[in-house]
């Protein structure tokens, strides 16, 4: 059986890149926007045909404004595993998701990401077609979840160009989405939630 943190961080991941986000809203103020909650059925390649663990995913991304998007993803699964995971967008009118590869090519990735004026060189998962990077350090997502949180200034450095992230302030989208997520929250979240999953209603996520 593949091993169960590899399962998660592909399961994180894959919630990221194939989540559809709407095109930004250049004429509105940046703003937090929540897209609906999903519950991932994964299963490894074992030769059970049970499912190993559910996985509920909340994604809040930012809109309106220029530069790329910022996905905040908290995944809570089955087991007891919390995650809080980020990504980014660099091309905001990016319309891969219309026409979605099932197959798709990542690659790995080098970029320098400035949080108040700290700057630190990252490695990236990266996904050309969909322009989305995932960070590799699992300490990033926090650091910038704590920036939007002190407002302040982020900047990311990727493929040579520099990008001054618009980061949309504390608002009601925000502060839902840190509540909810135990990573955010002191450790809260309503595992009750698994048994009463409508196994009709969940996406299947297969680690071959």
């Known amino acids: ?13 894959s919630a990221i890149l194939s989540h559809p986000i709407a095109l930004a809203d250049n004429a509105s103020a940046p703003h937090w926007s929540q897209d609906p909650d999903r519950i991932w059925s994964v ?8 499912t190993d663990f559910f996985s509920f995913s909340r994604i809040i991304r930012s809109s309106g404004g220029p530069g790329p998007v910022i996905i905040l993803n908290c995944q809570v699964n089955s087991r007891g595993k919390q995650t809080l995971g980020l ?4 091309d905001p009118d990016n319309d ?4 979605p590869d099932r197959s798709p090519r990542i690659l790995t990735a080098s970029g320098v ?10 490695r990236f998962r990266y996904h050309p077609d969909s322009t989305r990077i995932v960070p590799f350090d699992r ?12 407002d302040a200034d982020i900047t990311l450095k990727f493929r040579s160009t520099v990008h001054d992230l618009n980061v949309p302030p504390v608002d009601n989208a925000f ?6 997520c ?6 809260e979240f309503d595992m009750t939630l698994f048994d009463r999953i409508d196994h009709s209603d969940t996406r299947s996520f297969a680690n071959e």
Do not use: H, W
């Open 1 to 13: 059986m593949t091993p169960f943190p590899r399962l998660v961080a592909l399961a994180c991941f």
């Open 43 to 50: 299963d490894s390649s074992d030769a059970g045909s049970d």
């Open 87 to 90: 990504g980014f967008q660099i």
């Open 96 to 99: 891969y998701m219309d026409d």
């Open 113 to 122: 990401l400035t949080i108040d004026g700290k700057k630190k060189s990252e």
């Open 139 to 150: 300490s990033v997502p926090r650091r910038v979840f704590n920036a939007v949180v002190n």
């Open 175 to 180: 502060k839902s989405f840190a509540k909810v």
């Open 182 to 187: 135990p990573v955010t929250n002191g450790g």
